[in-house]
């Protein structure tokens, strides 16, 4: 399949003009890879480096053992991920990391492509990172909410889940590790109604919409209590607002995973590429 044909179904599905981002300012070291149009909205073609697109594959983010795994595979083809920076609170005080200029050189050399939807993929949709992890819990949606860039990030959604307890269970056996609970509000969950942010929910412009809509517990993927989230843990407690971790990875990987579906309605072979999440984002 043409390269541009696969760009623009993307375009036309994900793309809105009201949705923002602003990766880019993170990644002017590897400005000789990026595309143009890249560095203007940081959203869409990252690196364009091949005409035809045989296969995709799909990632949270694009790492090395990512990256590597991809060049095992034959050449022509695109690379899919939710974020166009890598993700380890070890070895960066803000968790972001640029990719790897040597390896982007051998994606170059076997026209393996790179397409990133950070705020797009989180705005409400059958793929969003938000409603694929509700649906992993077995939550309702009842609206989507929570305005991130443009995107329509959240869900409020209704849970079979009578306890706070019961419901990090279930969230531990659906991303197959240990996850994080700052019971800060009552075990019960107030009618059987919860919020679903995934990746970095537990934000000053999150919890405040929690709490307008009368909602005690949110499921989110990073939650460690430090420095920089002492602010939203002191709002949480006060308002009596439950958080409940996953971690960055765990949290978002169910709509990578969503999308080989969407490419292979395109006609193309998808394969989602696994990863390992950073327990420190608990």
């Not at 969003?128 to 869900?155: H, M, P, R």
């Not at 990073?222 to 709002?235: D, G, M, P, R």
Request: hydrophobic share 35%; net charge negative; proline share 3%.
């Amino acid at each position: 399949m043409l390269a541009k044909e696969v760009y623009t179904n993307l375009e036309d599905y994900f793309i809105k003009p009201e949705i923002s981002d602003e990766f880019y300012q993170h990644m002017t070291e590897l400005d000789s890879f990026l595309c143009d149009n890249f560095k203007k909205r940081s959203i869409g073609l990252v690196c364009d480096f091949t005409e035809t697109i045989n296969r995709v594959f799909t990632a949270v983010f694009p790492t090395e053992k990512v990256i590597r795994a991809v060049l095992e595979q034959p050449g022509k083809a695109m690379l899919f991920t939710h974020h166009a920076c890598n993700w380890d609170l070890t070895k960066s005080p803000t968790g972001f990391y640029n990719m790897n200029a040597g390896l982007l050189e051998e994606l170059r050399e076997k026209q393996i492509s790179i397409y990133c939807l950070h705020t797009p993929l989180d705005n409400y949709s059958e793929y969003s990172t938000s409603k694929t992890l509700a649906e992993k819990l077995d939550i309702e949606t009842v609206k989507a909410f929570i305005n991130y860039f443009g995107a329509i990030c959240g869900i409020a959604g209704r849970t079979k889940c009578k306890t706070v307890n019961e419901l990090q269970k279930i969230y531990s056996e659906a991303v197959g590790h240990s996850t994080s609970l700052y019971q800060y509000g009552d075990n019960e969950i107030k009618d059987g109604i919860v919020a679903v942010v995934a990746g970095g929910g537990n934000n000053t412009f999150v919890l405040p919409e929690l709490h307008k809509n009368n909602i005690s517990t949110l499921i989110t993927g990073i939650t460690l209590k430090n420095e920089v989230s002492a602010e939203t843990h002191e709002y949480a407690e006060k308002n009596r607002i439950n958080i409940l971790g996953g971690t960055h990875y765990s949290s978002e990987k169910f709509a990578c995973i969503a999308m080989c579906s969407y490419f292979e309605k395109l006609g193309l072979p998808a394969e989602f590429i696994d990863d390992e999440p950073c327990f420190e984002d608990m």
